[in-house]
């Protein structure tokens, strides 16, 4: 098997209300005294209240073009640059934190990060997904070096749409379906991979626990026990399964459906937790897993998860395609088996799920 590279945490890491106040001793004790703020303009927005003034520390401040891109990365990087700044701090969801990831190793500049949302794991991890001008996935980029600062106000979060918190529960539970398929392939896995696979189960565990209650209260602008636990599960879990499973605990066949789904215009209004979570539906059909698909069902309608195409608002007729995208030779749907996973297998899943839904109906 390939080497195992840990990458497994943050530099340091925090999740408690009030946690901003403390940003400015945290920055200078590692002796940052110049930043660039990158931001979108609706989670600075969302921050601002909680944001605290930064009194000897330079800052400038800049608002991001809303897509990760080289492009934007290659701008942000030269902003860092320009100001010499000594930290990029990030603020705002996974996209902003993946330009700011990005834009700080190509810079050579620490990066702290500040999420907005609870809607994926990557501000814990050291890699960014990258789009194209056009919004189509492009490719993964792994750093050789973790966030330095993680600091995640509850408040914030609590306060985001919470159709956002779901997403990031859809994108989380992705985490044990897709290790699993890939750790409990190995005969003799070892330790890290160990952690991986114990650490994606707690995502599920904590998912199939916590998460109805958890939005519940996102609804009702309530930080609670049950919140803060699927927020850390989002964040802190996700980004481990990952960090210590490397290749093998990152993505497999429900990712590939999502990168799939980009090709087609009308998935791009649709958030990227949710296409994960219907593309683990067709992952466990291509498992042939018929019984836990139906185990999922129920979970997916109390929350809101989409189940089909149609939930996406993406139209049946891109499923070729769809699937065709999601079988490139470098897509990790083939980490499921040692054989090549077909479109045609693919294109057939997807049929099935969406004839479910017309039976349903």
């Known amino acids: 098997m390939e080497d195992i590279i840990i990458r497994g945490a943050p530099a340091e890491y925090v999740c408690k209300s009030g946690v901003l106040e403390e940003l400015e001793d945290k920055l200078t004790s590692r002796n940052i005294k110049r930043v660039l703020i990158v931001s979108g303009v609706k ?14 520390i330079h800052v400038t401040h800049a608002f991001y073009k809303g897509q990760c891109t080289v492009t934007e ?51 814990w991890t ?22 330095d600062l993680l600091l995640v106000e509850p408040r914030i979060l609590v306060e985001a749409p919470a159709p956002l918190l779901i997403a990031g529960i859809g994108d989380t539970l992705a985490k ?8 409990r392939r190995l005969t003799n896995p070892p330790v890290a991979l160990k952690v991986a696979h114990h650490t994606a189960r707690l995502c599920a565990e904590e998912m199939f626990e916590h998460a109805e209650e958890a939005v519940n209260d996102a609804k009702d602008v ?16 996700g980004g481990m399964v990952g960090g210590f499973g490397d290749r093998y605990g990152r993505i497999a066949g429900a990712h590939s459906i999502h990168n799939g789904m980009t090709i087609a215009p009308e998935s791009h209004e649709a958030l990227h937790g949710n296409k ?12 042939q897993k018929e019984s836990e698909v139906e185990r999922l069902l129920p979970f997916y309608q109390k929350l809101g998860l989409p189940t089909s195409l149609y939930e996406l ?45 017309i039976i349903k109906l």
């Not at 993946?98 to 500040?114: M, P």
């Not at 044990?176 to 750790?183: H, L, N």
């Not at 309530?222 to 879990?237: K, Y």
């Not at 007729?317 to 749907?333: L, N, V």
């Open 313 to 357: 608002n993406i139209p049946s007729k891109w499923i070729d395609e769809i699937a065709q995208q999601a079988t490139r030779m470098e897509e990790s749907i083939h980490h499921m088996r040692n054989e090549k996973i077909t479109a045609s297998e693919v294109a057939q899943a997807m049929h099935d799920l969406e004839s479910r839904l």
């Open 222 to 237: 309530r930080v609670s026990n049950a919140f803060v636990r699927v927020v850390e599960s989002i964040i802190m879990l």
């Open 73 to 123: 990365i290659s701008r942000v990087a030269a902003l860092a640059q320009s100001y010499a700044v000594d930290a990029i701090i990030g603020v705002g969801g996974g996209k902003v934190l993946d330009v700011v990831k990005a834009a700080a190793s190509a810079s050579r500049t620490k990066s702290v990060l500040i999420p907005t949302l609870a809607s994926n794991c990557a501000p």
């Open 276 to 287: 994960v979570a219907y593309g683990i539906l067709v992952q466990l059909l291509l498992e």
């Open 176 to 183: 044990w379906y897709e290790a699993d398929v890939q750790i």
């Open 43 to 56: 989670s600075w927005y969302a921050a601002r209240y909680y944001f605290p003034t930064l009194k000897s």
């Open 126 to 147: 050291p890699l960014s997904v990258i789009y194209s001008d056009e919004g189509v996935m492009s490719h993964y980029d792994v750093y050789p070096i973790s966030v």
